[in-house]
């Protein structure tokens, strides 16, 4: 993204850094006003994960925010529920016909790929990524909207619907916090 040093465990070209974030990152305490990660968490054990949002506290600056958007498990887990509503019916679909072949339209289907496919190592629900992203130090933790933001800065950041195809879809399964570094 202009204007943000982006980094990746495989970069893809020479304007992305690598980065591996289960290890100690390169960078001093206290470096960056901001920090955006989206759809990353999901991908590393749950220690990593708690790893990676104590690494991003400490090279934040005081007072600066993080934004981080991950699948909500919530809603993953609510695809079970007997009375379904029509976004959920049309999550399964939408799921099973480009992931899991047409196999069979049906939520335990759709809930072990959320958890299985793409590298996924854990998923959390607001609960649980409120209270880490609070040990890891954080205040004024917040769940937002997609492209939603008070700080300028930190709107219409997303690009994970685009990467799927349908802002619906992203919008359904995606949750979005921001927290801040105490100033």
Not at 86 to 103: E, F, H, K, S, V
Request: charged share 25%.
């Amino acid at each position: 993204m202009p204007g943000w040093l982006s980094t990746d465990r495989e970069p893809i070209d020479r304007t992305i850094v690598y980065q591996n974030v289960t290890r100690r990152f390169p960078f001093a305490d206290a470096t960056f006003d901001f920090v955006f990660s989206e759809h990353l968490i999901e991908h590393l054990s749950y220690r990593h994960g708690r790893h990676l949002l104590r690494e991003c506290h400490r090279v934040m600056k005081p007072g600066a925010t993080m934004r981080i958007a991950t699948p909500d498990l919530e809603v993953i887990l609510g695809l079970c529920s007997p009375q379904r509503n029509a976004m959920q019916d049309r999550y399964i679909r939408w799921i099973t016909d480009r992931y899991l072949d047409g196999t069979r339209y049906h939520p335990t289907l759709v809930i072990n790929n959320a958890f299985r496919n793409w590298g996924h190592q854990f998923l959390y629900d607001a609960e649980l990524l409120s209270r880490i992203l609070a040990e890891a130090g954080f205040v004024g933790i917040r769940r937002v909207g997609i492209g939603e933001s008070a700080d300028p800065n930190l709107r219409g950041l997303e690009s994970h619907g685009a990467n799927v195809g349908d802002e619906d879809i992203n919008r359904f399964e995606t949750m979005v916090f921001e927290a801040d570094r105490p100033g």
